[in-house]
């Protein structure tokens, strides 16, 4: 009998993904979720990719095919539940810009943002929905405990500026917080264990280094 995972990751999870099958990454904290089995029969050929180096897993039709869905640890929830603020604050930050940038490079950075990540929240928070755990509320938004976000303080003095100093103050903050982001997602790069969270993760890390290096770019040019 063949298995199969459902669900698909971006090509910079996949690493990960192979390099993790088989761990559940929860720390005995309880709000892991052990994944759920069932067994089909293929009605079709089915191409299952292999490892690095090896062949794929080909299933014929009429063969036994088990799939494998679901699952969550510790890691998965802390990321995702940790990820919704950080968000919401990068949005917040993003949205300052439309009557005060001055450079136009900084509002397509800040409309880019706003696009990926105001998305990405309600996809964080239905995940959270679906497993009946809770949505962090919007006060927590400002938790300046979490890698890379701003304080309030700092937020209030970006929307105080305008102009050139915002576009300066706007890049240095936002590429402080990308970094942050990207070292949490690396964390559950590393041990997470639920698809989708980790295929969120990979997209994290990949879209946010890029934004990092065009802001580095733009600030370079001011």
Known sequence: MRRATLGTTTAAAVAALLTLAGCSGDDDTGRGAAPSTSTVTADSRVIQPGRPGETADVVEPGEDL?????????????????????HRQAVTMAELAADRAQDERVLLVADRVMAAQGPEIAVLEN???????????????????????????????????????FDELFLTYMSQHH????????????????????ELAGDVSVEQGIEIDRMREILDSL
């Open 179 to 198: 970094a942050g982001a990207i070292d949490m997602a690396a964390a559950e790069l590393n041990s997470g264990s639920n698809t989708l969270v980790l």
């Open 127 to 165: 995940w959270l929905t679906e497993r009946d755990l809770p949505v962090p509320a919007e006060s927590a938004d400002h938790d300046h405990g979490l890698p890379g976000m701003i304080t309030p303080l700092q937020l209030e003095q970006l929307g105080n500026t305008s102009g050139a100093e």
């Open 66 to 86: 088990e799939i494998v869905e679901g699952g969550h640890s510790e890691t998965d929830v802390r990321f995702v539940e940790q990820m919704i603020p950080h």
